[in-house]
């Protein structure tokens, strides 16, 4: 994501003079409820796990999840970049590539 | 986000041989499930809506949330950048800067 | 569920002074974080979407939802049968019989 | 809760034939979803956290993730008692009375 969209996605909030209620606890919040409107998407899929018919609504409520993470990052003073590839560093520790190659199992029960 | 950052998560999965787990409703529910990770910070903080003392762990759960929102945007062919401007746009007219000025109400209800 | 059943998640919370901690706001946070943990013994179960040989994982975890969900009703002083039969009548009116049968989609789009 | 109301759940669904929808993995979605309705009424309320003025909608909510609890239970064969009151029996371990009094400390941590 390029900073032109991170600073798009600050002023929209700032013309609205919303920063008042970005309170990292309702911010979280958010964050579920959009992820929540993202799986709606696939409620009764059954096992059509793919959905393509769907690309467009996903494309819509994927947005909105990521919209949230950057006002979340920024509320606490966050760097998106470095906290991604800090985290990277720890699951490379947890999933070392020999063992959790090809295998969707918890790094608990690898 | 920088390229780089994207760059490295879709590594980290094609590493670990990941792509063939990663369907779009298996990865709505992931993306889910770090939500309440994120979520679980706050579980019983009452009023404490800020909580500073857990920047750390606000920090981890946002990049794991982040994470598989670059791995879904992958998985469905979708540019973030794209998405999250598009969205903005539509959010412009439903949100028109003079209805919703300070306010943290619903568009519907606007 | 029987009023036993009921009677004994209130005295698990009494015996251990938690009632202080059981505001709305939290308990609403509670329901989906377990609701999460449920939702994770299907995050990577692909086109299976039946999962037989994860049934005592269900349980344990649909257990832990509805606990909380009798906690809630506890804390905002509703009485479960009421709620769940009154909103049974909305559905009637938002579902009916003869436009909802063998249909999966959202009643706007009945 | 009565049989009558588990029973009106259930008469709800087979009037509309829906049964068929209801496979384990979209109703852990749909608790999930709903889940997150209820966690809505919470979005913006900051530290407000008891919101005594929504009870109704909280009172609507609740009542969604409670009815498809039922339903998940009837779809797997579980008993709504039996399941709860067995969890009780672990947590009673987990949590014992002279650890967990008057903490909300998660069991991990006790």
């Known amino acids: ?3 032109e ?3 798009k996605i600050l002023k929209f909030r700032d013309d609205r003079d919303w920063k008042q209620f970005h309170n990292p606890k309702d911010l979280a919040i958010s964050i579920s409820l959009e ?3 993202l799986l709606e998407v696939f ?3 059954g096992s059509d796990i793919i959905c393509l018919d769907k690309k ?3 494309a819509e409520e994927l947005a909105d999840v ?3 993470c950057v006002l979340m990052a920024d509320a606490c003073g966050l760097d998106l970049d470095e906290i991604v590839q800090k985290k990277i560093a720890v699951n490379n520790e947890k999933y070392p590539v020999n063992k ?3 295998k969707s ?3 608990s029960e690898l």
Do not use: F, H, L, P
């Open 1 to 3: 994501m390029t900073q």
């Open 5 to 7: 969209t991170i600073d």
């Open 35 to 37: 992820a929540a409107e």
């Open 43 to 45: 409620q009764w899929s």
């Open 56 to 58: 467009d609504k996903i």
């Open 66 to 68: 990521v919209n949230y």
């Open 100 to 102: 959790a190659k090809g």
């Open 105 to 107: 199992d918890k790094y």
